[in-house]
């Protein structure tokens, strides 16, 4: 197939599929949208592509979306990335996240008495 062809059949960018073919994915991989797509259009099946890649079709093109963040998380967040919010603050909510994050994960189950 000539580049157009690979262009028009598969919706595919001829420059993605020579990257593709010459394992240049990069560090996240390809879309598995685009993998699925590409072997759809030319009735294929993407099964031994995705194998191939260590992939599922479950964990890869149907994962769990990421949970909302609560308010305070996202005010949080903004506070770190505001350039007028001081260093000093900035440096106070890292140091008291990472007091947070290095806390031990308290066990499941009821609380005894």
Do not use: C
């Amino acid at each position: 197939m000539t580049d157009v062809e690979i262009q028009t059949t598969t919706g595919i960018s001829f420059g993605t599929f020579h990257r593709w073919s010459r394992g240049d994915i990069g560090p996240t991989g390809p879309q598995p949208a685009k993998v699925r797509q590409f072997y759809d259009r030319l009735g294929r099946s993407h099964t031994p592509a995705f194998n191939a890649l260590g992939w599922t079709d479950h964990d890869r093109i149907d994962p769990d979306p990421e949970p909302e963040l609560p308010p305070d998380v996202r005010t949080i967040l903004r506070k770190l990335r505001d350039p007028n919010v001081p260093d000093s603050e900035k440096t106070y909510l890292f140091e008291s996240l990472k007091d947070l994050a290095a806390r031990p994960v308290p066990p499941k189950g009821p609380r005894k008495k």
